[in-house]
């Protein structure tokens, strides 16, 4: 017997509902699978570079470096397990209520970590855009740019998703990982698609 945990690595924004509620998905999963999620940064921003959006989406683009950046600076002065508890405390401020004052959530994240506050002058800087575009494409890569985020790898396997909403508990949790696997790890299987109905839940 062993009680050995098998990581599962999830790229999140934090400025995205589906990949917050994934994060909270994940976070169930450990309770009722031997797993441990490993909480890594892309980029919404670094995603839509070059893209014909529309202008209100594009200044939300222009404010989404901010807490991406400063997830990168917390990974490279305080280690890489500052990456989940950092990305929480700002996903967990942004999505519920719908808050889009990001440079607060930043401020109030890393004061309830007990983080450097000077951690928070990264928002405005490029200093650690190069090590986001690397964390950003480790993710990415393996499934294309066509998708988002939130993004899984287990071992070789590594898809877009899950897109759900709200996010389920116990062990619904644990068969939806169950049955992720199942289908992501079937050579040859690429898609599997409903239009969304409904708002992101955070119940």
Known sequence: MTNERNVVKIWLDPLCPWAYLASRWIREVESVRPIEADFNVMSLAVLNEGRDLPETYIELMKRAWGPVRVLMAAQATLGHESVRPLYIAMADRIHPTDRKDYDAVIVEALAELDYDPALAEA???????DALR?????????VGMDVGTPVVHVGDIAFFGPVITPAPKGEAAGKLYDGLLLVAGTPGFYELKRT???RPSFE
């Open 196 to 198: 969304r109905e409904v």
């Open 134 to 142: 690397a964390s950003h494409h480790e993710g990415m890569d393996p």
């Open 123 to 129: 928002a405005a800087s490029n200093a650690f855009d």
